[in-house]
């Protein structure tokens, strides 16, 4: 299991949007690393951020918490957590959990911060 | 009827060996399609980590067992532990996704997760722990959830 996540110095702004990226595996084991991370900027104001998934190729159900809790804790301070993700294998896990209808997904990093507010 | 019997101690970080050892086995012949491969990789992560994570504070000592079942119309997974046992009927429903309520629950998808990834599942009492008996059909026409 390998979990990459630059720290925020690292993390490269487009458009004002703050741009996280995962790779590896996202399982019970490696999400406490992620929500770490995720926390931690949306505490220190990064609350527009877009994360790149297209290196991830497993993500389990405590992953998906991580993501959902992320989107919660931005939106409440007005932003958004958004997701590149192109891997059929992650789509479905969003598709059977539902979860497609709770995150702004896009095809790119630039779909991603391109997208209306509301997630379209 | 072959079995391949795995023994882990309760640590979240092996999880992925069993993923590994586990997807192995099911794609011996006669292999399970590789779009089934990723449910199970899945329903497994989901059931051998609430199985470490009950029986960790019971018998931190004791190996949590995995074991294959490679029959010839199934593939069937058992994961033990001696956790003190649950009654996943008892769960309660997340809300729907479009409730903004949803966003509060960060957890609670694992076993709904392997219901809808496997073809069969059951979540037996043992004489000291639980059970979780996961089958996947292996029909060459069979569809994966997972499948695009």
């Known amino acids: ?120 | 009827m072959a079995e391949i019997h795995l023994e882990i101690p309760p640590r979240l970080d092996y999880l992925a060996v069993v993923r590994l050892v586990v997807a192995t086995a099911a794609a011996l012949d006669p292999p399970l399609p590789e779009s089934r491969l990723d449910d199970l990789r899945l329903a497994v992560t989901e059931a051998c980590s609430n199985a470490i994570k009950a029986h960790r504070p019971e018998a931190e000592d004791e190996p949590v067992i995995v074991s294959c079942h490679l029959e010839s119309d199934c593939f069937r997974v058992d994961i033990r532990d001696r956790g003190p046992g649950f009654d996943p009927d008892a769960l309660s429903e997340l809300p729907d996704t479009n409730d903004p309520e949803r966003l509060q629950h960060e957890s609670g998808l694992g076993i709904p997760l392997i219901r809808v990834l496997t073809d069969d599942v059951t979540f037996e009492p043992a004489d000291d722990g639980t059970i979780v008996s996961m089958t996947l059909d292996r029909p060459d026409t069979e569809e994966s959830i997972l499948t695009p």
């Open chain 1, 1 to 120: 299991m390998e979990l990459e996540i630059p720290d925020s110095d690292a993390s490269a702004d487009t458009g004002g949007w703050t741009v996280l990226t995962a790779t590896g595996e996202i399982d019970v084991a490696a999400a406490p690393g992620l929500r770490e991370k995720l926390v931690e900027l949306i505490e220190d104001g990064t609350n527009e951020l877009v994360v790149d998934l297209e290196g991830v190729d497993f993500i389990d159900s405590t992953g998906l918490g991580v993501l959902v809790g992320a989107v919660r804790r931005a939106r409440a301070a007005d932003g958004d957590v958004r997701l590149v993700c192109t891997n059929s294998r992650l789509l479905k896990v969003f598709d059977v959990t539902g979860l497609d209808d709770v995150f702004a997904i896009a095809d790119s990093i630039d779909d991603a911060v391109g997208m209306a507010t509301d997630g379209s």
